[in-house]
């Protein structure tokens, strides 16, 4: 059989062979599946501390408990070490980062389980490679974000919170999201910022049900209510507007008749109502959500903004029934000759002129981007 020809993959044929060997890792991932793994001590002690006060521990307690002065072999000094708390997978994957920083068996799949790993035995380059791995290629980003939270990552667990926020109508809608404990529903449910609350709770009642699949449970309005739990109450069912709320949510009989009566009531007086009677237990604080949308314009000849106040006016887009347009202003600096040319959003559905931002009507943060190329998306959104 030939020899690799280079080193990196002279280095793989030792981690894959064992050859030279000196200790053995038995990793043991639940009752059943177990893996073992035969690799040089000098190996693993060169990229992680753990590991090196780890066997001189061992080897120390060898050498004491040799027999007649004699010391024993390599082979019995260290013998096998049990994994009990590290996936397979992920014990493999940082096996071969440690040999030949090989990070292909890295995926969307495993990286939070790496990341433990790399975390457990201080194999720093591990975990930052695992740190920057892209937030939308996680298998499942609600889970990394709850484990990213536990291993005290927090940058990388706000990046995988504002991932769910830019995405909350897609990931809400998927199997990821069926995954989470109730827990996690509730913070996910208190955080989500997104325009419709009856999508909010279909979302919840999708979860609810896979919770009763699992644990063998009828769909009934008992059972659903005891699996959403205090998650119910993260639902914010004064925002639904009262139609759809007397028909898509009354008739499921999971809300108690005094909570349909005070968000009745909430709907019909709702500076007053009847909190004795009926308190109201589910929050009326708008949830914070910014739909994004893209307005271009195309400008063909900037001789127009020679004149004074010369000015354009793009074409309209609505976002959420708004009428949107982007404004060229040119102007001349106050004391100098210098003329300049300022870009401006208009969300006014009257005024075509300078207008800035109606605070009652729009939130928003606009990104200008100027190109010399014509635009490859559509304006409308």
């Known amino acids: 059989m030939s ?16 050859d030279g060997a000196d200790v053995h890792f038995l990793v043991e991932e639940g009752d059943e599946k177990e893996a073992s793994f ?51 997978g992920a014990f493999k994957a940082m096996l071969s980062f440690i040999y030949s920083d090989d990070l292909s068996a890295l995926s969307g799949d495993n990286v939070m389980a790496v990341l433990y790993s790399a975390k457990k035995y201080h194999i720093t380059g591990l975990a930052k490679a695992c740190l920057a791995f892209p937030v939308p290629k996680l298998r499942n980003v609600f889970l990394a974000f709850d484990q990213a939270r536990l291993l005290e990552e927090k940058v990388f667990a706000e990046h995988c919170l504002d991932f769910i926020d830019e ?7 998927s199997d990821a999201f069926l995954q989470i404990d109730q827990k996690l529903m509730c913070e996910i449910l208190s955080q989500l910022k997104i325009s419709g609350e009856v999508e909010i709770w279909n979302a919840a009642l999708r979860w609810a049900n896979e919770q009763c699949r699992q644990n063998d449970m009828e769909c009934t309005a ?35 008749h005094e909570e349909i009566v005070s968000v009745l009531l909430y709907h ?22 910014m739909r994004k949308g893209r307005i271009s314009m195309k400008i063909e000849k900037f001789s127009r903004f020679a004149r004074k106040n010369g000015q354009l006016l793009s074409d309209a887009v609505y976002v959420k029934g708004l009428k949107w347009k982007i404004l060229a202003h ?24 300078r207008v800035g931002f109606e605070p009652r009507l729009c939130l928003c ?13 559509p304006n409308t959104y």
């Open 38 to 88: 035969s690799e040089s001590v000098k190996m693993a002690k060169s990229a992680s501390d753990v590991f090196e006060a780890m066997f001189r521990f061992d080897t120390e307690n060898a050498k004491n408990g040799a027999v007649d002065g004699k010391a024993p072999s390599s082979s019995d000094v260290i013998g096998t070490v049990v994994v009990t708390d590290v996936q397979i």
């Open 3 to 18: 020899k690799p020809d280079n080193l990196a993959d002279r280095i793989k044929l030792l981690l894959s062979s064992g």
């Open 268 to 289: 019909s007086h709702p500076d007053s109502g009847v909190p004795d009677v009926f308190p109201l237990q589910f929050s009326t604080k708008k949830r914070i959500y």
């Open 330 to 353: 040119s102007n001349v600096r106050d004391g100098t000759e210098e003329r300049c040319l300022g870009f401006f959003l208009n969300c006014s559905t009257e005024s075509t002129g």
């Open 167 to 173: 995405n909350a109508e897609k990931l809400i809608k």
């Open 222 to 256: 008992p059972n659903v209510r005891e699996v959403l739990g205090p998650a119910l109450f993260k639902i914010r069912f004064p925002l639904i507007p009262q139609d759809e709320f007397s028909i898509l949510i009354v008739p499921l009989l999971v809300l108690k």
């Open 365 to 377: 943060g606009p990104v200008l981007c100027l190109s010399t190329e014509p635009p490859t998306l």
